[in-house]
Every structure is written in C-alpha cells, then in structure tokens.
C-alpha cells in the first residue's frame, strides 16, 4: 500500500528556514520520481521541485533556497530564505515513473495529505 506522510511544516519569520519530511512506503524511489508541491491561498497547485532519472529539478521562484534530497524511505526539502509568497500546503507526491515534470503534477499518482507552511513578513 502506497503512502505518503508530509510533516515539518510550521510559522517562521521571512529569512528563516523548515525542512519539510515525507516519509513514504509502498514503493522505492528507484522505482517512483517524486516531488514537492505548494498551493497558496487562492491559487493552483504548483510544482516546487522533482526528483526523477536526470536529477532535481526547481521551479525558478526557489532555486538557490530551496534543496530536495531523498533516502531510502523519506523525501525531503530544506527550505532557506522563506519568503511570505512560500505560505500555504505542501505536498509530496509519487508517479510509477522514472521520468516526471515539475510542471505536471496531474501525472503524479500518489499524494500525501500535506503539511502547512506560513511565513510572516
């Protein structure tokens, strides 16, 4: 059974850091490209960053500050530098694929329920 577990999220003040953990079962990651997602107030959900065959991927709003990294059963992202724009849920998430796009996330089949990320000015 696939699951996806999100924690670490919290309230920091604008500079600061989180480092947000997924811990997964069901699955390896050599077998699944996976990701980190975030939906602010209003807005859709967007691709943050990917892990699949050819590496990490960022969206450009966090390249610099933010670090993807995984192990054998946890996916993780270091957050530096919040910025209040990075408020809202993130979301990891899983495709059956070696091969995923960080501007796609219909194409990830496996969710989990989020964890919550507020940054004050």
């Known amino acids: 059974q696939v699951q996806l577990a999100e924690s670490g999220g919290g309230s920091v003040e604008a500079g600061g850091s989180l480092r947000l953990s997924c811990a997964f079962s069901?699955?390896?990651?050599?077998?699944?490209?996976m990701g980190w997602f975030h939906q602010g107030p209003g807005k859709e959900r967007e691709g943050v960053a990917i892990?699949?065959?050819?590496g990490p991927d960022y969206a450009d709003s966090v390249k610099g500050r933010f670090t993807i990294s995984q192990d054998s059963a946890n996916l993780y992202l270091q957050m530096r530098n919040l910025k209040p724009e990075d408020s809202g849920i993130y979301y990891c998430?899983?495709?059956?694929?070696?091969?995923?796009?960080?501007?796609?996330?219909?194409?990830?089949?496996?969710w989990g329920q989020g964890t919550q990320v507020t940054v004050s000015s």
């Open positions: 998430a899983a495709r059956l694929s070696h091969t995923c796009f960080l501007s796609v996330p219909a194409w990830f089949n496996y």
């Open positions: 069901g699955f390896t990651s050599a077998t699944h490209c």
């Open positions: 892990i699949e065959s050819a």
